[in-house]
Structures are given as structure tokens and as C-alpha cells.
């Protein structure tokens, strides 16, 4: 992981439950759990195509997560099963270029607040 990345992204995202940020290659620039390459590679071709996106969901930290939003170059949803409120969120971010001019990823889990 870059440390420099690693610190802004453990600032940016302090209040996520899990965040990864890596490239399109599936190096790992930043993350608070050990992503896994397969994760990663579903994760980069999910904007590719609506129709797989919502039929596959997103798996993060071995999770599902329904895509219920997809707006390339970001998709976002959550896990299904609880009341709403209860559910965990994701979202998901391309950033084109990125590091040395692939794309990038930035994918993150969060709670949603109990005030909702």
C-alpha cells in the first residue's frame, strides 16, 4: 500500500465501516480489510454493464450488496435482508485517469444514521 494514500484515505474514509482503494490492475493503494483480488476484479467490471451489475450485486469484504443505483462512474446499494435502517450501504467510484493514468477505485460500507 502507499502510505501517503493509505493516510488520506484512513482520514477520508474514517467513518466507513470498510473501504479499498486500489487500481484497475487490482494493486491496493489503500484498505481496512484484506481485500481480495477476485472482490477487486468483480468490482472493476461492475460499471461495465448495468444489467450484470444489478443481477450480480457487489461483494465487499465477503458481503452482498444489491446494486440498487447504477450512474457510471459510480454504482451504490446495500445489503437486503433487515429493515432499511439496519442495512449496510456501498458505494462504488471510478476515477479515470487515475494513478500513472489507469483507473482507479475507491469502493466503501457504511452505516446508515440512526436519526433516519
Request: glycine content about 6%; aromatic content about 8%; overall charge negative.
Amino acid at each position: 500500500m502507499t502510505s501517503s494514500v493509505a493516510a488520506a484515505a484512513q482520514q477520508a474514509f474514517g467513518d466507513c465501516v470498510d473501504y479499498a482503494v486500489f487500481t484497475a490492475s487490482l494493486d491496493v493503494l489503500a484498505a481496512s480489510y484484506n481485500a481480495q483480488p477476485a472482490e477487486l476484479q468483480a468490482l472493476v467490471r461492475i460499471l461495465d454493464d448495468r444489467e450484470t451489475a444489478i443481477k450480480n450485486g457487489m461483494t465487499i469484504n465477503q458481503q452482498r450488496y444489491e446494486v440498487q443505483r447504477f450512474h457510471p462512474p459510480l454504482a451504490y446499494g446495500r445489503t437486503m435482508g433487515c429493515a432499511s435502517e439496519q442495512s449496510v450501504g456501498a458505494a462504488l467510484c471510478r476515477v479515470e485517469p487515475g494513478i500513472n493514468g489507469q483507473p482507479c477505485f475507491a469502493v466503501i460500507t457504511y452505516r446508515y444514521s440512526a436519526e433516519c
